[in-house]
């Protein structure tokens, strides 16, 4: 078993910045791509931003030059660096791993969610 915590959450007025963490532990032998999913109220849940285990990343278009994935492959974690934060931005972030466990089978987990509230 694989959990996933997401902290770093909370709110925020526009133009402020916000860091979020994400600690994988568990029955993990490797982690490859990390990242980070957000879903709004009554919107469908959205890619962020992604990091491989090399390092690549990918970041939706609406925040790119504003958020940050950077890993920590010894610690497990992942973040999410979030600048000149807009009201929509407002959402629940998702963390999400895709681990191969110490019983070789390959898993796509996601964490509980952590708020991110932007008022303007």
């Known amino acids: 078993q694989v959990q996933l915590v997401e902290s770093g959450g909370g709110l925020v007025q526009a133009g402020g910045s916000l860091r979020l963490s994400c600690v994988a532990s568990?029955?993990?032998?490797?982690?490859?791509?990390m990242g980070w999913y957000r879903q709004a109220p009554r919107k469908q849940r959205e890619l962020v931003a992604s990091?491989?285990?090399?390092?690549?990343?990918n970041y939706a278009d609406s925040v790119k030059g504003r958020f940050t994935i950077s890993r920590d492959n010894a610690k497990n974690m992942v973040y999410l660096q979030m600048n000149s934060l807009k009201p929509e931005d407002t959402a629940v972030y998702y963390c999400?791993?895709?681990?191969?466990?110490?019983?070789?089978?390959?898993?796509?987990?996601w964490g509980q969610g952590t708020q991110v509230t932007v008022s303007s």
């Open positions: 568990g029955s993990i032998f490797t982690i490859y791509d």
């Open positions: 990091i491989t285990s090399g390092g690549s990343t």
């Open positions: 999400n791993a895709l681990v191969m466990t110490t019983t070789f089978r390959k898993i796509d987990y």
